[in-house]
């Protein structure tokens, strides 16, 4: 059974820490991985990773895979209270687009 | 706003009542899908439309079906709701090309079965 596992399941952090979410992964026919962020309502797409060591930047966020050790970490540096949101990891299996998603990580930023 | 509409917002039905979740995406996407979160659990795939006149069961797909109706429209119906299946419901659309598999998502039904 294909199995997404997020950690920690939530944190708290003070504006400026630098904070580390975890995705691991257990899937057949792996093709690719997501990264989405949720405040209030739906989720809003961050990141795709489909090659392992090459690290994705957008802003402060980054994100990288490790097909070895079927892992991707998504790094948030300088948080500020924006960032307060459910991080949300999900892995593409199949040719359809169907994607299996992880319990999501809780982060809130404090002033 | 091009995007994924999805209707409505909030409903509370009572247990045995029936109800369809309406979904409505303008990108020509292929692909759309339905999704149920609840806390601690992440989103769960209830059934999904590879292709206009094709549906398929997701990981969830008891107590619900669906019509793709055409290349724009995917519903969800309830036909005897249950408590369990108080949740918030996600419909998602995707153009499932070679390099990008992004969903856009509806902004969200927040379902209550009392």
């Known amino acids: 059974e294909d199995k997404v596992v997020q950690s920690p399941l939530s944190l708290v952090v003070h504006e400026g820490d630098t904070v580390t979410l975890n995705c691991s992964y257990e899937?057949?026919?792996?093709?690719?991985l997501l990264w989405y962020k949720q405040e209030k309502k739906a989720p809003t797409f961050l990141f795709m990773l489909?090659?392992?060591?090459i690290e994705k930047k957008s802003g402060r966020l980054s994100s990288i895979l490790d097909k070895k050790e079927l892992f991707s970490i998504l790094n948030i540096t300088a948080t500020q209270t924006g960032d307060s949101a459910i991080y949300l990891c999900a892995v593409l299996a199949d040719s359809w687009g169907k994607l299996q998603f992880g319990a999501g990580t809780q982060v809130v930023v404090t002033p | 706003n091009a995007g994924v509409t999805q209707t409505p917002k909030f409903q509370v039905l009572k247990t045995g009542q029936s109800m369809t979740l309406q979904c409505a995406q303008d990108m020509n996407h292929n692909s759309m899908y339905w999704y149920r979160q609840d806390p601690g659990m992440g989103l769960r795939l209830i059934y999904y439309s590879a292709s206009e006149g094709t549906t398929d069961k997701g990981e969830v797909p008891n107590g619900y079906n669906v019509s793709r109706l055409n290349k724009r429209e995917f519903s969800l119906r309830l036909e005897s709701a249950a408590p369990s299946q108080t949740s918030v419901y996600f419909c998602?659309?995707?153009?499932?090309?070679?390099?990008?598999?992004?969903?856009?998502f509806g902004s969200g039904t927040r379902l209550t079965v009392v």
């Open positions: 998602a659309s995707s153009p499932v090309l070679d390099k990008y598999y992004g969903y856009t």
């Open positions: 489909t090659s392992s060591g």
């Open positions: 899937v057949t026919n792996f093709r690719s």
